[in-house]
């Protein structure tokens, strides 16, 4: 398994990370458990904002909330000056109880509630990211009615399709989200929205996917959007003080995957930006971007106990462990791949193949096909890299199995950020059944 961040092998044979041993780590927090290397999420933070300052421009870093939001994350980010993208009346509200910075929130999503526009105008956030007709008159309406100015962005459809899973493209013409470019929606929604009073437009805001390794599809929302961009300014006379070019930045899973350095990204974006808008005398817009599993995706190890073993001869040897697709439902849903060692036995010698199987009820739940690891025992400890994005946040409670807690390490201290659900919780908000008796009919 690579070793991201602060993670490394220390004179016990262990799997280490921030200074923590995971098996100390085990023996305090218990299994199924996601481990946060905090240190290493702060050099990514920090390895965009160094990029963008070498650039030309004004900028925002919009953490995207959905990839992994806890108060505790919301507060390092605010240490980060980071700014935060939500898409749910949820994630608003984990923020604003960890006292984030309103002002700093971007709110985006593609049905809105009317509850959820009325908490986040309380609140004064910073922008709301407009994705459609029906929200473009709503949110104004009710804007209008506390004679309150919002500020907005148009999310387009810039037309590209990413090189990434299906399930993970956002940027095509055929999507759920925002307003398409090549049918005209998007001219549309900005003549509407710059005759709108309590509308303040910010700009233009695009995503063309997730998990993206190159920056061709980049460069290519660049030319559309700048295209855009002139054709706004010739028709309608105004500039936008504000270009979201989105997230995607791809990681590594496993050894196939090449990501690029993130300074590669954000100098190839605003190189280019600069050159295009420059050269047609467009005066440069703020650039905002919205890195999300490119922060905390490597960042995350999530360690189980391995249980039961299952031997077919001559087929498989199946390895049971103490979780599965109720904390990474990636496997699962878009056949993702991870890496795995035994964290108490890290480099003993690997002298079997077997298959990491979940412990829900369902066939399709195996977190890994063919691993060689050493000759396993129950017991020993399984830690799975690359677990910080979009585990935690699509958890669920199927089986009614707990989800597990959350620590975050640096320098040889855990911070227990999430606790660990109890079957308490399970049934907490489960309404107790009026016992009854029946006569039973003769």
Known sequence: MYLHGTSKINSSNHLEIGQCDTVELKKQYGTPLYIYDQELIETKCKAFHSAFRRSRFSYQIAYAGKAFLCMEMANLLTKLDMSLDVVSGGELFTALEAGY??????????????????????????????????????????????????????????GIEAHTHEYIMTGQEDSKFGFGLSNDQAMKAVSSALEKPYYDLLGIHCHIGSQIFEVDGFSRAIDILTDFLFSIRDKMEFEVKVLNVGGGFGIRYTESDSPLPVEYYVDALTEKLSRTLTEQNYTLPEVWIEPGRSIVGEAGTTL????????????????????????????????????????????????ETVSIAGKCCESGDMLIWDIDLPRVNQGDLLAVSSTGAYNYSMASNYNRIPRPAVVFVKNGEARLAVERETYEDLVRKDVKPVVTTYAMSK
């Open 101 to 158: 910075p309103a002002e700093r929130i971007h709110f985006h999503g593609n049905n809105k509630t009317i509850e959820e526009m009325e908490m986040a105008l309380d609140a004064n956030i910073g922008c709301f990211v407009v994705d459609n007709f029906t929200e473009l008159e709503v949110l104004h309406a009710l804007a209008a009615e506390r004679k309150q100015k919002a500020s907005i962005l148009l999310r387009v459809t810039p």
């Open 304 to 351: 189980y106990t391995i249980g039961s073993t299952k031997e077919i001869p001559g087929v498989r040897k199946y390895v049971g462990i103490d979780g599965g697709m109720t904390d990474n439902i990636r496997p699962a849903l878009y056949d993702a791949k991870h890496e795995a060692v035994l964290a108490n036995r890290v480099t003993d010698k690997k002298d």
